[in-house]
Structure formats: structure tokens, C-alpha cells
């Protein structure tokens, strides 16, 4: 079946570790994205990406890094200058076409908690 | 500023009595809106959007959202709950600001009373 297959589903981290979250989807959408989730808040963006080779910033880009070295992969690297990682992590695809940001499809999560 | 607002924390509802899930949004141009659920430790689920045409959208599960340009509104309604409908809702839209993302309102929990 298609979908977006995120991994670990648990992960605990020491402070001053960096974790990479890995995201892939069998769906060949062109975009992907990462969210992170904290309670009260919402989901808020980290980075995107519409095409392979190229990704750009979302709102709280710090202390993150990505890649998108192939269309079905978007890994998020949680780096040791992130203050606060413990959250639960999200990705997600869409289709990427037409005027506007289409349907996003999301994988099951990531629950990272720093120890 | 542009933004997606979820003016209610939680929402409460009695089994069988109809519900509403307020959304409100500030967005230049025309906006392309959308509601998500989520249970415990899962992923987002889509539900419906609102792209053009018919101000009132019918979705996944019986639920459906009205479209209201003049209260900038996207409210999601379901004519009569379920206890297996307690989840958390997410509205969420394209902002037009060249950034072909989505962004979230706050979330709100829905409970429906056996």
C-alpha cells in the first residue's frame, strides 16, 4: 500500500546528541514536509520541500537539518543546538501540483524525548 | 498577520447531538482550507477542503465544513456525533504567501458523551 513510513516510532536522545528521524514515502509526491507537534500548539513547520536537491526553512527551522537526496526521502536531522527537541515529529507529502498546497498526507510520527 | 485560528481549546458534546468545530482564518486572496483529525499518538487523517465552488463541503465520515467568506469561516459540523468521533481536529490552510505549505491552528479536542 502507499503511504509514509516514519522511523523510529520511539526515540530517546541524551542532551547533546544529535537523532535523525527518517521519512519515506511510496507515494511519488514531489513535496515533503516536517512538523513538529507539542501540546497546546499546534503543528509547526521546520523545513519543506518541493523538488529533489532543494529545501527550504519553515518556521522554526533552528537547530534542525534536512536532506532530500532522493524524491522518496526526507530525513530530519535533530541537532544538539536544538533547546527543547522533546516533541512529537511529523511528516508529510503532497502531490506538489496546481495552483496552492494540495492535500497532505501524513506518516504515523516520531515521539522523541530528550533524557 | 495571516493566520488559522481554533478559538476553542476543547468542545463537548452528547452522543447523537450535532457538533461544531470552529475555525476562523485571515488570508489574502483566495484561501484553500482544509480540517485534519488525530488520535491518540497518530498521524493526521484528512478530512475534507475547500478549494472553490460550494460553500459547504462534505468529507470523510459524515462530516462536513461550511465555507463563510464574509466571517472568514471554515467551521467543521457533523449532524450527530459519535463517541468514536473524540479526537483532536486540526484546521489548516495555505496562507498565499508563496510558500507552498500548510499552516495549523492550535487544535481542538473533541469529546462526545456516551
Known amino acids: 500500500d502507499g503511504g509514509i513510513t516514519q522511523s523510529p516510532k520511539y526515540l530517546f536522545r541524551k542532551e547533546g546528541q544529535n537523532v535523525t528521524l527518517s521519512c519515506e514515502q511510496n507515494?511519488?509526491?514531489?513535496?515533503m514536509y516536517w512538523y513538529r507537534q507539542d501540546p497546546g500548539q499546534g503543528l509547526r513547520l521546520i523545513y519543506y520541500?518541493?523538488?529533489?536537491?532543494?529545501?527550504q526553512k519553515g518556521d522554526i527551522a533552528e537547530g534542525y537539518s534536512v536532506s532530500r537526496e532522493k524524491k522518496e526521502s526526507f530525513p530530519l536531522t535533530v541537532t544538539s543546538a536544538q533547546k527543547n527537541p522533546t516533541a512529537f515529529y511529523l511528516c508529510?507529502?503532497?502531490?506538489?501540483?496546481?495552483?496552492?498546497?494540495?492535500?497532505?498526507?501524513f506518516g504515523e510520527g516520531s515521539r522523541l524525548t530528550v533524557l | 498577520a495571516q493566520s488559522v485560528a481554533q478559538p476553542e481549546d476543547q468542545v463537548n458534546v452528547a452522543e447523537g447531538n450535532p457538533l461544531t468545530v470552529k475555525c476562523t482564518y485571515s488570508?489574502?486572496?483566495?484561501?484553500?482550507l482544509f480540517w485534519y483529525v488525530q488520535y491518540p499518538n497518530r498521524g493526521l487523517q484528512f478530512l475534507l477542503k475547500y478549494i472553490t465552488g460550494d460553500n459547504l463541503v462534505k468529507g470523510s465520515y459524515g462530516f462536513e465544513a461550511e465555507f463563510n467568506k464574509s466571517q472568514t469561516s471554515f467551521h467543521l459540523k457533523k449532524p450527530s456525533a459519535l463517541v468514536s468521533d473524540s479526537a483532536l481536529y486540526f484546521c489548516?490552510?495555505?496562507?498565499?504567501?508563496?510558500?507552498?505549505?500548510?499552516?495549523f491552528g492550535s487544535g481542538t479536542r473533541l469529546q462526545v458523551q456516551p
Open positions: 520541500s518541493q523538488i529533489v536537491n532543494d529545501f
Open positions: 488570508v489574502s486572496g483566495n484561501p484553500y
Open positions: 507515494l511519488n509526491h514531489d513535496a
Open positions: 489548516a490552510a495555505d496562507l498565499n504567501t508563496g510558500r507552498r505549505a500548510l499552516t
Open positions: 508529510a507529502s503532497s502531490a506538489g501540483q496546481g495552483a496552492g498546497t494540495g492535500e497532505l498526507f
